[in-house]
């Protein structure tokens, strides 16, 4: 039965829906061996710090600080820079899906995500989402980060939509399920296909 509510606004992830995660526990593995860390230490270090890099309370350069360059090293901060933003990769076939959508529907669209802020400014730049998404409501940015409902909130009342006219795409279940309790119809992703499906089941199609 076709959906009777339009859907006007989309919500998205960014990591792991439109762009692979920014900086995964396998990126860091990746990073141990390249650069010959302590990949225990290193883990322990990053898992201590990096819910304060998403939320925009200490910049990359101090999570460095505290997470690799707490004792010399025989790299530069700008070659393991490199290394992390390196690691993100785009869906191609998700960012053309929402363009399209955009498009032919006029929809707004709006990211709701957990990043830290230099790494989302590269994602956002790199990967042009600029051009398929109006506004982001990044962690680092509000300093709000899911699982908060606040966060959700906020792009509730940044987007102005009714919050039966949003459609929200996420990858991690208990976001899925903090959205619904909201009222966001939500879509679990887990490939291409299925939200595809599922978004023309909202009345989406392209």
């Not at 939320?55 to 530069?76: A, D, H, M, Q, S």
């Not at 899911?146 to 102005?160: G, H, M, S, V």
């Not at 795409?169 to 599922?198: Q, W």
Request: hydrophobic share 40%; aromatic share 12%; glycine share 4%.
């Amino acid at each position: 039965m076709k959906n009777s509510i339009q859907i006007t606004t989309l919500f998205l992830d960014i990591g792991g829906v439109l762009l692979t995660d920014g900086w995964t526990k396998a990126s860091r593995e990746l990073a141990s061996k390249k650069f010959k860390l302590n990949s225990e230490e290193t883990e322990k270090r990053h898992n201590e710090a990096f819910d304060t890099v998403e939320l925009g309370k200490i910049t990359l350069e101090e999570y460095f600080n505290r997470v690799i360059f707490y004792e010399k090293r025989p790299f530069t901060r700008e070659q393991f820079r490199k290394f992390m933003f390196s690691e993100s990769k785009p869906y191609p076939d998700m960012i053309e899906l929402v363009r399209n959508l955009k498009a032919k529907y006029g929809l707004k669209v709006v990211v709701v995500s957990n990043e830290g802020r230099e790494l989302n400014a590269y994602r956002i730049k790199k990967f042009k989402l600029g051009e398929v998404v109006d506004f982001f409501v990044s962690s680092s940015f509000v300093h709000f980060r899911k699982p908060d409902e606040d966060i959700f909130k906020l792009a509730l009342d940044c987007a102005q939509t009714p919050v039966r006219q949003i459609a929200y795409i996420e990858n991690t279940p208990m976001f899925v399920h903090i959205a619904d309790s909201l009222g966001i119809r939500s879509i679990l992703h887990k490939d291409y296909d299925s939200t595809r499906a599922k978004l023309a089941s909202l009345g989406l199609s392209e």
